[in-house]
């Protein structure tokens, strides 16, 4: 996991991922549509959303097999839990159709506070459990970057 910020991307951070990143710094405005934005047909591509945060305990984990995501968050603010690990088997296991898997927790779970411009990055593996309310649900806008991982 990676956790930044837009307007202050470090030299560190791998090309392929400043690269992405500078792509929706260019293109993606409160115009943008909602919904997915092809970039290199399904090696990557972005989803823009726009939903409500939830209590931390009605939310789910997911990982994923194939992609990695960048979540950026545009507009509100989000808490972010991660693991390592998931903490058993998924409850919702669609990784060889849609590459998500779903599940209550992952292990030993940290939690990271989102706002606008932030971002973090999941490896394939990666628990997260995005859209938590940090004080009270409340509207966010964000982008998750999909690239598939070779």
Not at 60 to 89: C, N, W
Request: glycine share 6%; hydrophobic share 40%; with cysteine.
């Amino acid at each position: 996991m990676i956790v930044g910020n837009i307007h202050n991307v470090q030299a560190w951070l791998p090309e392929t991922l400043r690269q992405a990143i500078e792509l929706i710094k260019q293109h993606v405005t409160d115009a943008t549509p909602i919904g997915k934005h092809e970039i290199d047909g399904s090696r990557l591509f972005y989803l823009v959303s726009e939903d409500m945060t939830q209590p931390f305990a009605e939310r789910r984990a997911e990982y994923h097999a194939r992609y990695l995501d960048i979540q950026i968050v545009l507009k509100g603010q989000e808490g972010m839990t991660f693991s390592t690990q998931p903490a058993g088997a998924p409850d919702t296991d669609w990784l060889a159709d849609k590459d998500i898997a779903f599940l209550p927790e992952g292990v030993q779970e940290k939690t990271v506070v989102l706002n606008e411009g932030d971002f973090v990055v999941f490896y394939p593996g990666e628990v997260h459990k995005p859209l938590c309310a940090v004080n009270a649900p409340a509207p966010v806008r964000k982008v998750v970057v999909k690239l598939r991982v070779e």
